[in-house]
């Protein structure tokens, strides 16, 4: 995983050096538990945990074995056999295949990444309980197709993304069922090297329980359902960040994602707040859906063995875990710091001129009326002519609808008109008048402030050929003309 979405910890987890000690516990794991069963002498165990012990795992010395012989796990015996004396050789890896070693410390990587990831799912779910409750009573309009539909409470919204979350807490649970068992049950899985006995007691060491009916490695079926509750909870999360992006487009955003004092919204645009941590999920999302259906390719195997899920294994599960864990702690960041403007919210429902009631009212005609013959059809299009009356627009509006701008010059004309219809205040009158202010959401100070507006007098003041070309930048024609490349390009207009 790119530095940037990894998780130290992590990477650590699926790091060479945890995996291949975890191979050698497993591997000690078996001799204590022949030992345990009266199969080997109490010294053999004590012997070789003793000398292995005192001689850290060469990660150096692997890697070029590994180079050499083109088997990692045989790197790995090579590394440490070269610690133990000819009578103790014998006893280590013996009766044993790879993925006897290998399994145990796979599942044990899965365990440990899942444990790291459940304490911030469940911060997640509490950020969401508490904002629910926080905006129980703060009115906004819900929308269907993108349109405006009935009212709803902000606090309803948190709730809806809290329980579809929950679905994959739920699915993740049991997932996790499947991460007790291991295997140690040899070559083709049918105990020719290790007994069953012997495999239950080093398993039952290691904290699992003992799988019957592999083949040289446990079924891959075992771990789809975590791949799949993970990708279900990123998924979930790319849900509702979209809901955050498209409650923060510009006009009137409802709400918006944190923005720091010092942040930058666009390189080329410094009045946005584009909405980077929400957009980064849903490509999280498209990450996440790629590994999983790795990992469920991976039910497919020959026979008894062969490698080709072994790869993808290396790859798609960290980062699966990469991306479900920055997912979280990118949403619950977001959530945690979500700037709530229940004035937009409110002004929404004002726009709405009360169709947000629309359905209520077919509704309360429908049965009103329906002693005078008043048909259902009949409530219907009375609420919708009254509705499209409420929209129509004013004159100037009708105007500028019927009569299609042909240039930038009528467009020119058409927006300074509009702009004196009590329009805002446009940052064209903000800096050519010196009207800048302390912003609450900006690191800049009163002094800093001052020290601007000194600037900017020199630069405007009595000079009428410099703020000519000031309003000229605020023209749409001025905006606009680099368009005519493209026209002509893809269109071949001029």
């Known amino acids: 995983m790119h530095p940037r979405y990894a998780h130290p910890q992590i990477t650590n987890i699926w790091s060479s050096e945890n995996k291949l000690n975890l191979w050698q516990e497993t591997e000690l794991a078996v001799i204590r538990a022949r030992v345990n069963l009266g199969q080997l002498p109490k010294s053999v165990f004590e012997n070789i945990s003793r000398l292995l012990g005192a001689e850290k795992i060469d ?84 929308r269907t197709h993108g349109q405006e539909a009935e009212l709803q409470s902000f606090g309803k919204r948190c709730l809806t993304w809290l329980v579809a979350l929950k679905e994959g807490v739920k699915n993740l649970t049991h997932a996790k069922e499947n991460l007790k068992y291991s295997k140690l049950s040899g070559a083709i899985g049918n105990y020719h090297g290790i007994n069953a006995a012997t495999e239950k007691e080093a398993l039952w060491l290691l904290g699992f329980l003992p799988f019957y009916g592999t083949t040289q490695i446990l079924p891959r079926e075992l771990y789809v359902p975590l791949a799949q509750a993970l990708t279900q909870i990123v998924m979930t999360i790319s849900k509702m960040a979209l809901d955050i992006r498209l409650g923060a487009r510009s006009g009137r955003p409802i709400y918006q994602e944190p923005f720091g004092k010092k942040q930058k919204g666009s390189s080329a645009m410094p009045g946005k707040k584009n909405t980077i941590a929400t957009e980064q999920l849903e490509g999280m999302a498209r990450m996440a859906k790629g590994y999983c259906r790795m990992i469920e390719e991976n039910i497919v195997t020959w026979e008894e063995r062969a490698i080709e899920q072994s790869c993808v294994e290396r790859v798609a599960w960290p980062d699966l875990f990469h991306a479900a864990l920055h997912s979280v702690k990118t949403i619950t960041r977001v959530l945690e710091g979500l700037q709530v403007y229940p004035d937009n919210m409110m002004q929404e429902i004002i726009d709405s001129c009360g169709c947000w009631a629309a359905g209520q009212a077919k509704e309360f005609l429908r049965h009103q009326g329906a002693p005078y013959g008043l048909s259902s059809e009949d409530a219907y299009r009375i609420v919708q002519s009254a509705a499209f009356n409420a929209r129509e627009p004013v004159e100037w509006r009708k105007n500028m609808r019927k009569e299609i701008c042909a240039s930038f010059e009528k467009a020119d004309s058409e927006f300074f008109h509009r702009r004196s219809q009590k329009e805002p205040t446009s940052i064209q009158d903000i800096i050519s008048r010196c009207l800048l202010v302390v912003s609450s959401e900006l690191a800049a100070s009163p002094e800093c402030i001052k020290r601007w507006h000194q600037l900017l007098e020199k630069i405007f003041s009595g000079k009428p050929d410099v703020q000519d070309a000031w309003c000229q930048i605020f023209k749409p024609s001025h905006s606009l003309r680099g368009e005519a490349i493209l026209y002509k390009q893809i269109l071949g207009y001029d």
């Open 59 to 142: 990660l150096a010395w692997w890697q070029q074995k590994d180079k050499e012989v083109g088997h990692d796990l045989n790197a790995f015996l090579e590394e440490r056999l070269r610690y133990l004396p000819i009578e103790l050789q014998q006893h280590f890896h013996d009766g044993m295949t790879s993925y006897d070693t290998e399994e145990s410390a796979f599942v044990t990587m899965l365990s440990q990444s899942l444990f790291l990831f459940e304490a911030p799912l469940e911060e997640l779910v509490k950020v969401l309980k508490t904002m629910a409750l926080r905006y129980r009573y703060t009115i906004m309009i819900g």
